[in-house]
């Protein structure tokens, strides 16, 4: 695991190593980009998948309770990574739609994982306290007063 924390700096810089050019020509293959160069699409790839692959080495290797949050910025990153790859093909179009599964897992996760924090904070261990407050209606009002209290 350190190995894989230690190469990080390295895998950052590879973009370094792609050609300044629409056109990547090798003995092998031939590929060409219409809206970067190869240095700067790697560069942009770089800086959207390195803070994923750190993001996802502290999501296995967390032992708290509370580790599920980092899936929310897992997959903030995985999909502006989506957005980079398929620049081209007017994936702005519907990108709510491939979001909206996600979120509909994740929000109720991390409204949780808020309410366990809050419980922890104000003293409530017994998990019958905590259960009737989240049972407890309450506006939108009531709500954010109680953020400040």
């Known amino acids: ?31 060409k980009l219409e809206v970067y160069t ?5 560069w942009i790839l770089t800086g959207k998948i390195m803070p ?5 080495i502290w999501f296995f290797t967390c032992k708290h309770w509370w ?5 929310v910025p897992i997959f903030l990153y995985i999909f502006q990574t989506w957005g980079v790859i398929n620049q081209g093909n007017n994936a702005d179009e519907v990108e ?13 996760m991390v409204y949780l994982i808020r309410a366990k924090i809050f419980s922890k904070v104000r003293g ?3 998990m019958k306290d905590f259960e009737e407050d989240l049972k407890r209606k309450r506006t939108l009002w009531q709500e954010f007063k109680e953020l400040f209290q």
């Open 1 to 31: 695991m350190v190995f894989l924390i230690a190469i990080s700096p390295y895998l950052f810089y590879v973009y370094e190593s792609f050609p300044n050019d629409y056109v990547w020509k090798t003995s092998f293959f031939e590929s």
């Open 124 to 126: 409530l261990d017994d």
């Open 52 to 56: 994923l692959y750190l993001l996802l």
């Open 38 to 42: 190869w240095y700067t699409f790697a």
């Open 67 to 71: 580790h599920w949050i980092i899936l």
């Open 96 to 108: 709510l739609y491939y979001m909206l599964p996600v979120m509909l897992v994740l929000v109720p």
